[in-house]
């Protein structure tokens, strides 16, 4: 693929576990999803993303950070966005199994943007 091949900007809320395994690969890759997680959802605003790790994983596991990156859209293109709870609330359904080609589709690093608290 060219290396100036058209990108989408992505946002995603993560919790400190999360953060860790990102800081792990360099910033470069997201973890693989557990048995209870079948979907990846990497979202369309940052707006979406602060309010997911703002308002869900602060209270669940102490801290909530807000990732940005860059991926191909050549790749986004065999999914469609979805649109959960109103026209503000748009993401990605990216299957588990999907992961794998996901995180080669990240074009530079995965950039923490906001942390709370």
Avoid: C
Avoid at 14 to 41: H, N, T
Avoid at 51 to 79: C, Q
Avoid at 96 to 107: E, G, K, M, R, T
């Amino acid at each position: 693929m060219p290396a100036d091949e058209p990108t989408i900007t992505l946002w995603r809320p993560v919790g400190p576990d999360e953060l860790a395994l990102i800081r792990s690969s360099g910033m470069r890759s997201f973890p693989p999803r557990l048995p209870e997680q079948p979907i990846f959802y990497p979202v369309l605003s940052e707006d979406y993303a602060t309010k997911i790790a703002r308002d869900w994983n602060m209270p669940a596991s102490g801290a909530g950070h807000v990732t940005r990156f860059e991926v191909k859209r050549s790749f986004l293109a065999h999914y469609e966005v979805q649109e959960v709870g109103g026209r503000d609330h748009r993401e990605y359904w990216i299957p588990a199994a999907d992961l794998d080609a996901f995180n080669p589709a990240i074009v530079g690093i995965i950039e923490v943007i906001r942390s709370f608290p």
